[in-house]
């Protein structure tokens, strides 16, 4: 079992930047891969990025990559998701989650055996 607790999220204006924080417990040794979703009002939840739990291999959605950065300070248990240049589309609530099964890096929740609680980050314009 593991055990995510996400922090960090609030309100933030049009080009600026905040940090999500994902606090893992529990197995995280069995770790292979951390992502972050995020669902906006009436929409599906989309995949954001993704990390390998150990390695530098990231992925990011087209819609982040070059804004966000999603990392882990080697032998932390903390995930952490920079967001720079926010854009009021970015509104929406944000999980991370983590894959303990080795395979590919995922954009796929399915693929994600534990998720956070979620938390809202609001882009006023």
């Known amino acids: 079992q593991v055990q995510l607790d996400e922090s960090g999220g609030g309100l933030v204006q049009a080009g600026g930047s905040h940090r999500l924080s994902c606090a893992a417990s529990g197995r995280t040794s069995s770790t292979y891969a951390m992502g972050w979703f995020r669902q906006a009002p009436g929409k599906e939840r989309e995949f954001v990025a993704a990390?390998?739990?150990?390695?530098?291999?990231?992925d990011y959605a087209d819609s982040v990559k070059g804004r966000f950065s999603i990392s882990r300070e080697t032998g932390k248990t903390t995930v952490y998701l920079q967001m720079n240049s926010l854009k009021p589309g970015d509104t929406a609530v944000y999980y991370c989650?983590?894959?303990?099964?080795?395979?590919?890096?995922?954009?796929?929740?399915?693929?994600?055996?534990?998720w956070g609680q979620g938390i809202q980050v609001t882009v006023s314009s």
């Open positions: 990390m390998r739990w150990r390695g530098n291999i990231t």
């Open positions: 989650a983590a894959d303990q099964t080795p395979s590919s890096l995922s954009r796929h929740d399915y693929s994600y055996e534990y």
